[in-house]
Structure formats: C-alpha cells, structure tokens
T-cell receptor, first 115, second 114 residues
Framework: DAGVIQSPRHEVTEMGQEVTLRCKPI?????LFWYRQTMMRGLELLIY????????DSGMPEDRFSAKMPNASFSTLKIQPSEPRDSAVYFC?????????????FGDGTRLSIL | AQKVTQAQTEISVVEKEDVTLDCVYE???????LFWYKQPPSGELVFLIR??????QNEISGRYSWNFQKSTSSFNFTITASQVVDSAVYFC???????????FGQGTTLQVKP
C-alpha cells in the first residue's frame, strides 16, 4: 500500500519566493496533519484537517503560512513570502479514527532551505 | 497543559548493550494515548507503538519492550541487545481527546557503535 507521499523531497529557494509543499495522504484516511521539524523547536504541529476541513491552525506561525485541502487526496502548505527562518523539514501525516487515538503515518518529509 | 519530556538528549552504547530511553509525560486528561516513533538517519518517522491510558500492561516486540507506569507518568522504551541499525532519534508522544493533537517530546538520539 502506498504511504503518505510528499513532494518535493528537497526545496532550495531564495528569500521572498513563494514555496508550495504538497501532500497526498493514505487513501481512506480522513485526518491530515502538517508538522515542522527544526533543531530548536523539535516537531511542531502546524495545522490539521478532518474530512478536508481545517480543524486547528493554531500552530501556523504567521500569516505567511497557509494550508489547503481541496479534496481528500491532496493538501498543500504554502509559504509566501518565504524567509530563512522557515528553513526546516516539513512533514505531512495522515490517520483514521478520531485523529488522536490512532497512529499517524508520516511522509518522508520535505527539506526546505531558504537562502 | 500537556507535555512530554525526554530528558536524555543523546545516548551512546556499544552494540549488544541494552539501553532504556526515558519518557515522562504530563496531562490532566484521564483518557490519552502514548506513542513511540523512530526517526532513522534517512529522516522518515516510523511508528513503533501505541498505548492507551487504561492499559498498563508492558509490551514486548522482539528486542523492543515498553514499560508504562501511570503512577510515575512514564512510558519507557528498552532495546535489548542493541544493533547498529537501532541508531536513530526516538520520539515519545502524547495525545488526548481534549486536545486532538499529538504532542512530541524533544527526542533522544541513540547511537549504537559496532
């Protein structure tokens, strides 16, 4: 079975550019999560969706960050404009059930570098 | 507030040694789940185990075992006869219905030397 698929795996761009990260959850999973991992802050939840609806975006750091889930099989995380401090590994995860009681299945992550 | 503490930042052992990774959690919820994830050098996050707050039975899976003690709010992870392939960052995490979120500890980096 296909796992969570993220693209791109690596992204290097210059400050000020728009960055779009993509995620395809596991088919049938109704919860989708976006995380950011940095050395300083560890793994942080940015936002999560249930049935394509954003439930909690309190972890989104600034208005420069936005996330959408237009359908059950696709989500995007956008940063516009990007800044060097946004450099991190961004993970997407999906799960079933109530979201909090089941293991989350993670993608391989997108390593983002903002120069 | 919910919190997960992994006090051991880095652990280094020699192959075949046993090693225990500590995890202490804080929550006021009575129903919650605890998880362990492994992040090998390749970077992906791999689910290892889930335990709910009503099940304090210890679990063993091959060389891995987990000890859940509500009295001390701990969910420790032991690797028996460690191998080089066990080298990774290990995360303990907590979730509950009240938050709906998975809260991760800071992770413990385990290095197993040949």
């Amino acid at each position: 079975d296909a796992g969570v698929i993220q693209s791109p795996r690596h992204e290097v761009t210059e400050m000020g550019q728009e960055v779009t990260l993509r995620c395809k959850p596991i088919s049938g999973h109704d919860y989708l999560f976006w995380y950011r991992q940095t050395m300083m802050r560890g793994l942080e939840l940015l936002i999560y969706f249930n049935n394509n609806v954003p439930i909690d975006d309190s972890g989104m750091p600034e208005d420069r960050f936005s996330a959408k889930m237009p359908n059950a099989s696709f989500s995007t995380l956008k940063i516009q404009p990007s800044e060097p401090r946004d450099s991190a590994v961004y993970f997407c995860a999906s799960t079933l059930g109530q979201g909090w009681d089941q293991p989350q299945h993670f993608g391989d992550g997108t390593r983002l570098s903002i120069l | 507030a919910q919190k997960v503490t992994q006090a051991q930042t880095e652990i280094s052992v020699v192959e075949k040694e046993d090693v225990t990774l500590d995890c202490v959690y804080e929550t006021r919820d009575t129903t919650y789940y605890l998880f362990w994830y492994k992040q090998p050098p390749s970077g992906e996050l791999v689910f290892l185990i889930r335990r709910n707050s009503f099940d304090e039975q210890n679990e063993i899976s091959g060389r891995y075992s987990w000890n859940f003690q509500k009295s001390t709010s701990s969910f420790n992870f032991t690797i028996t006869a460690s191998q080089v392939v066990d080298s990774a960052v290990y995360f303990c995490a907590l979730s509950s219905s009240n938050t709906g979120k998975l809260i991760f500890g800071q992770g413990t980096t385990l290095q197993v030397k040949p």
